[in-house]
């Protein structure tokens, strides 16, 4: 298994209960075949330019375990959610080979 990380931008729009959705939601995909390690929730930030119109974002950043077929399938049902604004999958086994 690699370890990757993965941050992604919820719009601010949205009500609590439904961001907390958003969240578990990609937990759970990450579950289906790896393992998440760590979830740091940084909370609204404003963005530094607007993204579909909007000026501010909910950050979520989320470390995980898995195979290189998961980060592939995450990126496919991030790509098509209407609540994810932006995201970014990094392999961080890469991040230590390089340095």
Do not use: C, W
Request: glycine letters at 6%.
């Amino acid at each position: 298994m690699n370890r990757y990380e993965i941050m992604f931008i919820i719009a601010d729009a949205l009500d609590g209960e439904k961001k907390d959705a958003t969240v578990e939601l990609v937990k759970e995909i990450i579950n289906d075949g790896g393992e998440v390690v760590n979830v740091n929730v940084i909370g609204t930030k404003r963005l530094a330019y607007p993204i579909q119109k909007k000026n501010n974002g909910h950050y979520v950043l989320i470390e995980f375990n898995a195979p290189t077929d998961l980060p592939k399938e995450l990126d496919r049902r991030l790509r098509i959610s209407d609540d994810v604004v932006r995201h970014l999958i990094i392999n961080k086994d890469e991040d230590v080979q390089t340095a």
